[in-house]
Nanobody, 118 residues
Framework: VQLQASGGGLAQPGGSLRLSCAASGFSINNMDWYRQAPGKPRQLVARLSSRGTTDYIDSVKGRFAISRDNAKNTVYLQMNSLKSEDTAVYYC???????????????WGQGTLVTVSS
């Protein structure tokens, strides 16, 4: 069971990046993207429910979009109109069912660094 995050990098202010989070060993049900800037706590950025509903923190509404490709078992975070304050390590997080324990558990991707700078 694994989440593999990718797509981070350096972008100029106003630019775009698309993050990907590919799951292996389980099917994505719902997924969250978090970010953690230096010296700050990790914060939830975007949420995608199993029914396809989405939710965002106010600071990224209208700029970020979370989506999924069920065939690829991958969730994306399209980030447009990037700002310097978007600089952070971005993590994906998803629940998966552990049948041996008869319970849901959380798994995190390894994080991908997004730097927005001119």
């Amino acid at each position: 069971v694994q989440l593999q995050a990718s797509g981070g990098g350096l972008a100029q202010p106003g630019g775009s990046l698309r993050l990907s989070c590919a799951a292996s060993g389980f099917s994505i049900n719902n997924m969250d993207w978090y970010r953690q800037a230096p010296g700050k706590p990790r914060q939830l950025v975007a949420r995608l429910s199993s029914r396809g509903t989405t939710d965002y923190i106010d600071s990224v509404k209208g700029r970020f979009a979370i989506s999924r490709d069920n065939a690829k078992n991958t969730v994306y975070l399209q980030m447009n109109s990037l700002k310097s304050e978007d600089t952070a390590v971005y993590y994906c997080n998803a629940p998966y069912y552990v049948s041996e324990r008869a319970r849901w558990e959380d798994i995190w991707g390894q994080g991908t660094l997004v730097t927005v700078s001119s």
